[in-house]
Nanobody
Framework: VQLQASGGGLVQAGDSLRLSCAAS????????MGWFRQAPGKEREFVAS????????TYADSVRGRFIMSRDNARNTVYLQMNGLKPEDTAVYYC????????????????WGQGTLVTVSS
């Protein structure tokens, strides 16, 4: 499984961005996809997850109501629509394919994309 994330960039506070993550192949135990982010000097943190089949989503409290995760099964692609961006959203964003365990934990994900940088200026 290879994941290719794209869509990051430099925006101003209040702007929107949409991140994409294209997956080539899917492991048999991969039912969820997740987005994580890592700000400089901080640990990687959960942002959102989605179930490939049912489409159910889960969000971190810090982004709920502003970010929307979606998927296109035909394209094997997941998206993260980020609205109302804040400077504290600045981070490298990673998509990941879940394997086993809670969707909130980094250790539950077996495959990771290369990351895409989102910078939000005030």
């Amino acid at each position: 499984v290879q994941l290719q994330a794209s869509g990051g960039g430099l925006v101003q506070a209040g702007d929107s961005l949409r991140l994409s993550c294209a997956a080539s192949g899917r492991a048999s135990n991969n039912y969820f996809m997740g987005w994580f982010r890592q700000a400089p000097g901080k640990e990687r943190e959960f942002v959102a997850s989605i179930h490939w089949i049912g489409g159910s989503t889960t969000y971190a409290d810090s982004v709920r109501g502003r970010f929307i995760m979606s998927r296109d099964n035909a394209r094997n692609t997941v998206y993260l629509q980020m609205n109302g961006l804040k400077p504290e959203d600045t981070a490298v964003y990673y998509c990941a394919a879940h394997g086993l365990g809670t969707v909130f934990a980094v250790s539950s994900y077996d495959y990771w994309g290369q990351g895409t940088l989102v910078t939000v200026s005030s």
